[in-house]
């Protein structure tokens, strides 16, 4: 069966650190890969989205890649800040789905100072 | 102005009872989405709509109905609540083939 897996376990690092997030997946061709951040009691917010046929994405102080052959994407959040902690989702969406995506569990991320 | 607009935000109700969640959206995307977080289980796709005379279910459709009732608004039915409807529903809308999704704040429903 399809799964997507994201680590359960929070990351607490310190401030001005890289964190560095995964995303798994087996059983699936994704066409795109999408990630969302999410605020406790709040909805997830679009991050960045990659295309299978790029390796790499960079938005600010984002980077993500995609290995469609490891079938995983890292999320890289570099200088990292307290407002950063918050859970992290990734989304995978086939080719031809339209923007149906099937998400992940997410990670939470902690900035300590 | 948020592009997703979600009501109501919270609600508790009684096994047994009718419950409407609505969803609005100011930015005209055709497609609008259903979305159920639970705990441990992230978001699973209850109902999406790519237009306002296409309805499709998602992975866990059961005892959840919607209705759009025109471009900028999605409804989410749960005929008969019961306990293990209790989570956070959230909406959300999108346009195109590869866009991101906007997510609405979530209506967070109890069911006793």
């Known amino acids: 069966s399809q799964k997507i897996e994201q680590n359960s376990e929070a990351l607490n690092i310190q401030e001005g650190k890289t964190a560095t997030l995964t995303c798994n997946y087996t059983?699936?061709?994704?066409?795109?890969l999408q990630w969302y951040r999410q605020d406790p009691g709040r909805g997830p917010v679009f991050l960045l989205l990659i295309r299978e046929n790029e390796k790499e994405k960079r938005k600010e102080r984002l980077k993500v890649t995609f290995d469609t052959t490891l079938k995983q994407s890292l999320f890289h959040i570099t200088a990292s800040q307290p407002a950063d902690s918050a859970t992290y989702l990734c989304?995978?969406?086939?080719?031809?789905?339209?923007?149906?995506?099937?998400f992940g569990t997410g990670t939470q991320l902690k900035v300590e100072l | 102005d948020a592009d997703v607009t979600q009501t109501p935000r919270n609600r508790i109700t009684k096994t047994g009872k009718r419950i409407m969640l609505e969803c609005s959206q100011t930015k005209g995307h055709d497609r609008m989405y259903w979305y159920r977080q639970d705990p441990g289980l992230g978001l699973q796709l209850i109902y999406y709509s790519f237009d306002v005379k296409d309805i499709n279910k998602g992975e866990i459709s059961d005892g959840y109905s919607v209705s759009r009732q025109a471009q900028a608004k999605f409804s989410l039915s749960l005929e008969s609540a019961i306990p293990n409807q209790t989570a956070l529903y959230f909406c959300a809308a999108g346009t195109g083939v590869t866009g991101e999704l906007f997510f609405g704040e979530g209506s967070r429903l109890t069911v006793l």
């Open positions: 059983n699936y061709s994704p066409a795109y």
């Open positions: 989304a995978l969406q086939r080719a031809g789905g339209g923007n149906k995506l099937t």
